[in-house]
């Protein structure tokens, strides 16, 4: 066999990432120092906690180890490290384009308010990808086990700020909470302001979360959508419309979706042609970033280096990169192949 080319140094975008979950494990130690913060046993042992959410205690245990992280971000200076360093590992990964998730709901109560708090985030992406050189916009995520108001609200809100860097609209947490029907206003305002639908589906639950996803709130793309694999007729639907499943591999097995990074079924996807955007989901709480979701392709699933430059392409292309961005990431990932 020949040399297998370096993974880091393909091209791609990263379409699946949120904002706590991005964290350096050594900056959260050193924040949670600065703020006398005790955090969990289970996020100071120098290695990924053992993880499940297929029940609802392994779920809130994941949440509860999220929320500690969060509770450690407290000044405009913490977002501006968070934001910077994110970029910093997606760039060593070979990432030309990042949309980080966030829901500015949390941090709104530290930051001064909603309004400044999104002002603030979107300064932080704009000054990271400055000095990173990295493309980088962010996705609203709302919060499935709050009221569809607030989904609302927030949904005008990232609108407004559509011109200063806001590319999406998602929704997230226990997807097996909270019908998708109930928040269609908020992803009809976010659509109606020109910001892409991205909800989570197809993870905790099968399948028909992710035909809610596309029936009710018309998404465009689907974080996660592993589940779709178990549907044929929704695998041709998504491929047929080519709608992007932002695939999380390393996140799927740490939740116990899957029992084994082999089990998740990447090959199925790839090969009825549903788009894929391989993702790190919460690189703080799995322990793997972008470019070893790519690896989990190679090693487990057997995909060669020109699938792998599929793999990249259909990240590019999922993206909401501008197209001179994506001409040149698609040129670097044939120039890696070629190479």
């Not at 975008?13 to 050193?30: I, K, N, Q, V, Y």
């Not at 990295?134 to 709050?146: Q, S, W, Y």
């Not at 391989?278 to 060669?304: C, K």
Request: proline content about 6%; overall charge negative; glycine content about 8%.
């Amino acid at each position: 066999m020949a040399h297998a080319r370096d993974l880091s140094l393909l091209p791609k975008a990263h379409l699946h990432l949120h904002f706590t979950g991005s964290m350096r494990p050594s900056t959260l130690l050193e924040l949670a120092d600065k703020y006398g913060v005790r955090l969990p046993d289970a996020l100071t042992a120098g290695e990924p906690p053992r993880l499940r959410a297929t029940d609802e205690r392994g779920w809130f245990r994941f949440q509860r180890l999220y929320d500690a992280a969060r509770s450690c971000l407290r000044e405009p200076d913490d977002i501006r490290r968070l934001v910077r360093e994110a970029a910093e590992e997606d760039v060593r990964d070979g990432s030309g384009w990042l949309e980080i998730q966030v829901d500015p709901t949390s941090y709104a109560p530290l930051l001064g308010g909603m309004i400044p708090a999104v002002e603030i985030i979107l300064d932080a992406v704009d000054a990271a990808s400055r000095e990173t050189g990295l493309g980088m916009r962010v996705l609203i995520a709302a919060n499935r086990m709050r009221h569809p108001l607030d989904a609302r609200t927030l949904a005008r809100l990232a609108v407004r700020y559509a011109d200063r860097g806001i590319v999406g609209f998602g929704l997230s947490n226990d997807e097996r909470r909270g019908m998708a029907r109930d928040f269609d206003r908020a992803f009809a305002i976010a659509r109606e302001g020109g910001l892409l639908a991205a909800p989570h589906g197809g993870e905790l639950t099968g399948p028909s979360s992710v035909r809610d996803c596309l029936d009710d709130l018309h998404a465009a793309r689907i974080g996660h959508g592993v589940r779709a694999a178990e549907d044929p007729r929704l695998l041709k639907r998504l491929a047929d419309r080519q709608i992007t499943c932002e695939v999380c591999p390393a996140s799927n097995v740490a939740l116990g979706v899957y029992e084994r990074p082999e089990d998740v079924p990447l090959r199925t996807l790839f090969e009825a042609g549903v788009p894929m955007a391989l993702g790190a989901d919460d690189p703080l709480l799995f322990g793997s970033r972008l470019a070893a979701q790519y690896e989990i392709a190679r090693r487990h699933h057997a995909f060669t280096d020109a699938e792998l430059a599929e793999l990249a392409r259909q990240s590019v292309r999922g993206s909401a990169a501008p197209e001179d961005v994506q001409a040149k990431l698609l040129a670097g990932i044939d120039h890696w192949l070629t190479g």
